[in-house]
RNA sequence: GCGCCUGUAGCUCAGCCGGAUAGAGCAACGGACUUCUAAUCCGUGGGCCGGAGGUUCGAAUCCUCCCAGGCGCGCCA
């Protein structure tokens, strides 16, 4: 409120002294009490285009803010210090008029309305059902659903999408080693291929296959082995062994509290001869060209640093085909924004996307790819790879057995995605007990007590008493509480959730210290009244947090 | 060789579209429960922000180079 305010003022200023190119005003927190409730460094910004000292730009900012109808009944001093921050220091009808509106705001709170919301497609996971997530892709799946969140919550349209890379020869390798493994459970010793798939989880495919299908396939495998992948067995295979991962994938992702509104597949796009319809609209049109007996596109019009092949020579598409064919759908559904969150493993890929998005459409910028690090697993201290194929990782299972979904979900988002992590097993089981995650959880199940205990003539509310939001505990609460909305603005924007756990982990402590120092029950009526209402604000405010990171809001604990 | 990410307290990391004395958690140490939940609070110690230059009134933050680690650079997916 105050900062609008204040931008207001500062607004007409410049177009009073016609500046041009003046910096984007903002109010900040200092860090030292003396610094005042909010501080400005503007006019030390300003001093260039300004021509003009930054020490008498913040005076005659000073003189302008205290003479302002406006402003003047919310402040108590305005003073310029250092080297030209301007500082100010709130009175009380601006505290008591901020727990007014974060209060009437409801279960809204924080919530950013915009004057052009987005229509967003996110798209991540995205891995072959071909095994269990690891680590890995929970790290995507906890950080692609946080922001999916946020960035509904900040008032964008959000659709979350899965591409199932469900065609080629994963998928085939896959399907012969689960009918190995089924034929073996029958008795009759087939190999899995030496670049199959290792794994216990393919047992208990196979398994349960056995138990819907009896011995009805193992015939054919004793007559045909595995050398034709176009075989009615191999192919039932493949499809079924999918059909069980992609089943497992679903559950393991939703006990995760992470869903999708579209899985797409990868194999309908071919088996409908979409991915032949975008190549030939791309010759059709020029971009795309044969040479070598291939065919290639002219991503280099988008700066990628050579043409990527769509065809290859022996006639089969690329993986890179069927991807411009997916993208050329989200394209067509309408989608202002196309946002593709991959592991850095990926990285290389991503000139060509963008490029192939750019000859689609002409605007590369419509699609935005996010580059997530990765997991670097130990155990004890020692690395552990991670790979499918060999059986050899660490699931997300595991991860959400040893420590919970709670403080899986946020261990796995509370860095910076663009930061390698690592995580010990070992470590993080021992270690759960201290996770972060209960500090926040715990504030809210303290509000919820307080809630419980309530004597029934206590009710919510603010007046304009000197005895209401006289301390510092309670002021610097209500300041907290009334930056989560630019908190929530800036995460979204900025595609970073893990702001959302700082945020949070500073909101929590903020309420613990109010909580020791600033008793609600017994206190003076009018004084309770008006911390009650701050309880029930910072109710709202951390379980939104929470829910924002797909972690529980507990009553108790 | 080229490209992307990273280097901040003993450990794990925030801060990075420039601002006041660089922060948090964990670990270490010392205090606080007859009162709404001690999974809490209060306090102490701990730093060449990888290194060197540059830009500026001001640099952890921007630019250049160097060092170290991770990940890529297919007619693989």
């Known amino acids: 409120m ?7 003022v500062v607004a007409e200023w410049i177009a009073e002294k016609e500046w041009e190119g003046a910096p984007a005003f903002g109010l ?24 003009a000292a930054p020490r008498a730009l913040a005076e005659e900012l000073r003189t302008r803010l205290l003479a302002d109808e406006r402003l003047r009944p919310y402040l108590e001093a305005v003073e310029v210090a250092g080297p030209g921050f301007v500082n100010f220091r709130l009175n009380h009808t601006a505290f008591v008029e901020s727990v007014e509106g974060l209060l009437a ?12 919301p987005l229509r967003i497609n996110l798209e991540y996971v995205s891995v072959n059902p071909n095994g269990p997530l690891h680590v890995g892709h929970g790290r995507y799946a906890a950080y692609g659903n946080s922001l999916h969140r946020l ?6 349209q959000v659709t979350a999408e899965f591409y199932i890379n469900d065609f080629g020869r994963q998928m085939e390798m896959f399907g012969r080693s689960v009918a190995a493994r089924y034929a073996q459970s029958l008795g009759f010793d087939l190999a899995v291929p030496d670049e199959g798939y290792q794994g216990d989880y393919v047992h208990d495919v ?5 138990a819907e ?21 191999l192919l039932f295979f493949r499809r079924e062994g999918y059909r069980h991962m992609l089943e497992q994938m679903k559950e393991e992702l939703r006990r995760f509290r992470v869903e999708f509104d579209v899985w797409f597949s990868e194999t309908v796009l071919h088996e409908e001869g979409r991915v032949q319809g975008a190549i030939n609209d791309l010759l059709s049109r020029g971009v795309a060209y044969v040479q070598d007996d291939a065919i290639w596109l002219r991503t280099t019009d988008y700066g990628d640093d050579k043409d990527r092949v769509l065809i290859r020579s022996n006639e089969r598409p690329t993986y890179f085909a069927a991807d411009i064919a997916y993208h050329e759908d989200k394209l067509a559904r309408g989608y202002d924004h196309l946002i593709n ?11 060509r996307m963008r490029a192939a998005v750019g000859l689609l459409c002409g605007e590369p910028d419509r699609l935005e790819v996010i580059i997530g690090q990765l997991v670097n697993l130990l155990e004890d201290g020692e690395a552990r790879q991670m790979s499918t194929r060999r059986g050899e990782m ?16 946020f261990f796995l988002v509370m860095r910076s995605h663009d930061q390698t992590l690592d995580l010990d097993i070992g470590l993080a089981r021992k270690q759960s007990q201290e996770n972060p995650v209960y500090y926040v959880q715990y504030a809210h199940a303290r509000i919820a007590s307080i809630l419980r205990n309530l004597p029934e003539d206590l009710v919510p509310g603010v007046v304009s008493d000197p005895e209401v939001f006289a301390t510092s505990y309670e002021r610097d609460l209500i300041k907290t509480l009334d930056e989560f909305g630019s908190v929530v603005r800036e995460a979204a924007d900025r595609r970073a959730p893990h702001r959302i756990v700082g945020y949070a982990q500073e909101l929590a402590a903020c309420f613990h210290t109010f909580y020791k120092h600033c008793r609600v029950i017994g206190s003076e009526p009018r004084v309770a009244s008006s911390r009650l209402a701050l309880c029930l604000i910072a109710k709202r405010v951390v379980a939104r947090c929470l829910d924002l990171l797909g972690v529980e809001a507990p009553e108790s604990m």
């Open 341 to 351: 969150i991959w592991g850095a493993d990926h990285h290389g890929y991503v000139p």
């Open 394 to 409: 660490v699931t997300l299972s595991e991860l959400i057995e040893a420590i919970g979904v709670d403080a899986a979900r």
């Open 206 to 210: 196979a398994a349960s296959i056995r």
């Open 151 to 156: 960035l509904a919550f900040s008032g964008h």
């Open 105 to 116: 705001a409801g279960e809204d709170v924080g919530r950013v309305t915009r004057a052009h």
């Open 28 to 51: 900040e927190r200092p860090a030292e009490a003396a610094h005042g409730d909010y501080a400005t460094n503007f006019c030390m910004q300003l001093a260039r285009v300004a021509r």
């Open 213 to 233: 299908e009896g011995d009805r396939w193992l015939a054919a495998l004793q007559a045909n082995g595995l050398d034709d992948p176009e075989s009615e067995v």
């Open 2 to 8: 105050l900062a609008e305010r204040v931008e207001r």
